[in-house]
């Protein structure tokens, strides 16, 4: 399968605890996204990386929140001293270079996360 | 602020019938326009990109338009079927400094009785 993976698929957590989420974009794809979406929403836009640079961040992304992308491929996201909050489903999505008009977004199965 | 609204929230029809999907935008400085599918605890996936400079695009059953004058989107299914049932969701692309990102709608649940 060559589509975006992310692991683990579903994590349940205790309030305080830290969480990690790892997200595979399509191979040679730079531009990697992630988003957040509770249950009955669309998805918000958390942050951007083009390669290995993270170049933009929402203000939903507190500091208790840090993403990473080591190297251009996988990507991590870290969410620490967890809030019943967090809740959500975290997607991960990947696009390849070229021009923004036409640039398609490839999501993943996404990970569930709970905080209890 | 851009702000993506879907209309209707949920949409129950028989099986066979053809339907449209309502979605608008609020800012018309968009790079493109993406209609995706969600099933039940699932990732999405992707149905129809249209660029800005395009009017439509259309997949197999599936048509969408773009009017970007009026901030309008549709997603126009023929011959609905039972698993066409998911939720719906339009996305508008949206400039950030080296790149995009996606502001999406709330989506439209689709359900297709048999």
């Known amino acids: 399968d060559t589509g975006v993976s992310q692991n683990p698929r579903h994590k349940i957590t205790k309030r305080g605890q830290n969480v990690t989420f790892r997200c595979d974009p399509i191979?040679?794809?730079?531009?990697l996204y992630w988003y957040r979406q509770t249950l009955g929403q669309g998805p918000e836009f958390l942050t951007y990386f083009q390669n290995e640079a993270q170049l933009e961040k929402s203000r939903l992304l507190s500091d208790r929140f840090s993403a990473e992308r080591p190297k251009g491929s996988f990507s991590t996201l870290e969410i620490q001293r967890t809030e019943q909050g967090d809740s959500a489903m975290y997607l991960c999505?990947?696009?390849?270079?070229?021009?923004?008009?036409?640039?398609?977004?490839?999501f993943g199965p996404g990970t569930r996360l709970t905080v209890l | 602020k851009q702000e993506v609204t879907q209309i209707p929230a949920a949409l129950s029809v028989p099986e066979g019938e053809n339907l449209v999907l309502n979605c608008s935008f609020t800012?018309?400085?968009?790079?493109?326009l993406q209609w995706f599918r969600q099933d039940p605890g699932k990732g999405l996936t992707s149905l129809l990109l249209?660029?800005?400079?395009?009017r439509e695009q259309t997949s197999g059953r599936l048509n969408a338009s773009l009017d970007k004058s009026s901030g309008r989107s549709t997603l126009y299914i023929a011959a609905s079927q039972p698993g066409d049932s998911a939720t719906y969701l339009c996305a508008v692309s949206l400039r950030v400094e080296y790149g995009n990102k996606l502001v999406f709608g709330a989506g439209t649940i689709l359900r297709v009785k048999s």
């Open positions: 191979s040679e794809h730079n531009r």
């Open positions: 999505a990947s696009s390849p270079s070229g021009t923004l008009s036409y640039n398609e977004q490839f």
């Open positions: 800012d018309s400085a968009i790079y493109n």
């Open positions: 249209i660029q800005s400079s395009q």
